[in-house]
């Protein structure tokens, strides 16, 4: 009898490699501009950037500020003595044929990433953080016969985060990503443009039938969103699922992801770190710290997204309202949504209205790129929110007003110094004038005999149509509440 094959379970094992560009005015080693992003090719350069002979790099000391910080975000210290280490290669993008990185003992080992899948908390841990300098970068024009080499990014400072393979899922590996760029971002060393390329992941995936016990890995590189992460590490399980069914052997290799195809490509075969001729930078000192710089770069880091997470959810706010503003916090410069909240923190539904009107009203509008907000006075907007809050809660505007009235004020910027008499003048505030009301009940009530039978009769679906005429009738600014009691009363039920 031939033997039947039987699908076997593979377990995934994922770890990552990120690069962050630390947003440093100038370079990692050299007094030349660090944002390349709109400058002219080859313009941001200096001898040290191409390796001159006899050219000294100088370490910016600023890199070892934010590397400090980061190992506090990531829960951990950093290393009090670490050192540069030359790794040899040659590439046209790499002018001096080594990029100057730390492999021995590099500023942090060790720390924490938590992530939160469907609700399940995991630390991730890191296996180490280094501080290195970027390539440059080669361009190939379409058609020609040479390539373009720009050494503007070369030098730049990078921190490349290292995670132990410990996620276990795409979803696990997009919200780790995610999560290092909340933390890159509130720590304020990098601007983490992921466009731009300032942010890239190298997801390292195998698969094995044993727990424990790793199988062959490939690494995909230069993955530069969130999604493109997720998508990859998919391919890559249900490619390498595939082979290990058939039979064939995973290849430990390059890939990289091609978007369009959403599938990863081999690309190259995998170096091992003896191919790169590690050894210590002769050219640069250790970088030593003493407790005093250790302790400044802790004091200097601002409120990380776990305290934001922590103080909003003492307020009882939804975990997905405090992850879209946590993500929206960062979109816009000069309002701080999570400040905004947490100094109602004396009022809790006060703070819980206003999660809620950033979150469906005021972001959503602010992402709308057919959209603009125009209103940048900081008064005006507190005031705004604080008075719509009041009036929702006394009963004079309903939701759908409040959010007319936010809107409103939002986009056409302006600046009213009483915002209920400037809602009442655009003809939001409810009528809550029992006499008022009691009239336009008594038409709707004519005007609709067989509905007002209906609800005498005990069918008390006819009461909503009955409040949504005198909605209608009072051009939505009835109170509905009053409304139905007044019907109520008119026809005489409880
Ligand atoms: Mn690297």
Redesign the pocket.
């Known amino acids: 009898m031939a033997k039947q094959k039987t699908s076997k379970a593979y377990i995934p094992t994922i770890g990552i490699?990120c690069?962050v560009q630390l947003k440093t005015q100038t370079k990692l080693f050299a007094a030349v501009g660090n944002d390349a992003r709109e400058a002219e090719p080859n313009s941001l350069i200096s001898h040290i950037c191409f390796g001159m002979p006899g050219a000294l790099p100088v370490l910016n000391k600023k890199v070892v500020e934010y590397a400090m910080q980061m190992a506090f975000a990531f829960n951990t210290m950093p290393q009090k003595e670490s050192y540069f280490e030359r790794?040899h290669y040659f590439y046209p993008d790499l002018p001096k044929g080594y990029?100057i990185?730390q492999l021995t003992k590099p500023i942090i080992v060790g720390g924490t990433v938590t992530i939160e899948v469907d609700g399940h908390k995991k630390d991730v841990q890191l296996n180490r953080v280094?501080i290195?300098e970027d390539a440059g970068k080669n361009t190939h024009p379409a058609g020609a016969d040479y390539s373009l080499v720009d050494l503007n990014r070369a030098g730049t400072p990078?921190l490349?985060i290292v995670s132990d393979p410990e996620l276990s899922s795409p979803a696990e590996a997009k919200a780790y990503a995610r999560e290092l760029y909340l933390l890159v971002r509130y720590a304020g060393v990098s601007d983490a443009d992921l466009y731009h390329g300032n942010m890239r992941f190298d997801v390292n995936v195998s698969l094995s039938d044993q727990e424990g016990v790793l199988g062959t890995r490939t690494e995909t590189k230069n993955l530069n969103s969130f999604k493109s992460v997720e998508k990859a590490v998919e391919f890559e399980i249900a490619r390498q699922n595939k082979l290990l069914e058939t039979g064939e052997k995973i290849v430990q290799e390059t890939r990289g992801w091609d978007d369009a195809k959403q599938a990863t490509v081999s690309q190259r075969g995998k170096e091992e770190a003896h191919d790169y001729r590690y050894f210590p930078d002769p050219d640069l000192p250790p970088i030593i710290l003493n407790d005093d710089e250790i302790s400044n770069a802790q004091k200097q880091l601002p409120p990380m997204p776990s305290e934001w997470r922590e103080r909003l959810s003492k307020l009882t706010i939804d975990t997905s309202h405090i992850e879209t503003l946590l993500e929206a916090e960062l979109e816009v410069e000069g309002i701080s949504y999570l400040s905004d909240i947490v100094a109602r923190n004396e009022d809790i539904e006060l703070a819980k209205i206003l999660a809620n009107w950033f979150v469906n009203i005021e972001i959503p509008l602010r992402r709308d790129e057919s959209q603009q907000v125009n209103l940048d006075d900081p008064d005006t907007r507190r005031r705004l929110y604080d008075a719509a809050a009041t009036l929702v809660a006394n009963n004079k505007l309903s939701s759908t007003n409040a959010k007319a009235l936010i809107t409103t004020i939002l986009v056409s910027g302006a600046t009213p110094k009483n915002i209920e008499k400037y809602a009442e003048e655009q003809g939001l505030i409810q009528v809550s004038d029992e006499a008022e009301i009691a009239k336009i009940v008594a038409d709707v009530l004519k005007e609709n005999e067989s509905a007002a039978v209906d609800v005498k009769n005990g069918e008390m679906k006819a009461i909503g149509f009955l409040v949504g005429q005198v909605m209608k009738a009072s051009r939505g600014k009835a109170n509905p509440q009053m409304a139905q009691v007044l019907i109520r009363k008119q026809l005489d039920i409880t």
């Open positions: 490699e690069h790794k990029q990185t280094q290195e990078l490349e």
